[in-house]
Nanobody, 124 residues
Framework: QVQLVESGGGLVQAGGSLRLSCAAS????????VAWFRQAPGKGREFVAG????????YYADSVKGRFTFSRDNAKNTVYLQMNSLKPEDTALYYC?????????????????WGQGTQVTVSS
């Protein structure tokens, strides 16, 4: 069993930056696939970034490539999402998710564990 707790959200002006954290407890993150998703009001949950294993390739949604950076610290069981050059369309509730056996990283249905989400609001 894994528990995920996100933090770091807030209100920021367009062009600003935020760093989200996702702390895991219960089991080590090392063998899990971990990803960030987001959900804007009235929309479905969409994939933002994810990583298959420590040191492996990180995948990003096209909408955030070059602006967001996924990182993980397995020793701390924590993953991060550094978000730069934020835009109003980045406004959403951001979730951390984890799973052990995932075929399609962007598929929300494949993840076993979810955090409660942290709100990011970008003003224009």
């Amino acid at each position: 069993q894994v528990q995920l707790v996100e933090s770091g959200g807030g209100l920021v002006q367009a062009g600003g930056s935020l760093r989200l954290s996702c702390a895991a407890s219960g089991r080590s993150f090392n063998s899990y696939i971990v990803a960030w998703f987001r959900q804007a009001p009235g929309k479905g949950r969409e994939f933002v970034a994810g990583n298959r294993w420590s040191g492996g390739t990180t995948y990003y949604a096209d909408s955030v490539k070059g602006r967001f950076t996924f990182s993980r610290d397995n020793a701390k069981n924590t993953v991060y999402l550094q978000m730069n050059s934020l835009k109003p369309e980045d406004t959403a509730l951001y979730y951390c998710a984890a799973g052990f056996t995932i075929q399609t990283m962007a598929d929300v249905n494949e993840y076993n564990y979810w955090g409660q989400g942290t709100q990011v609001t970008v003003s224009s």
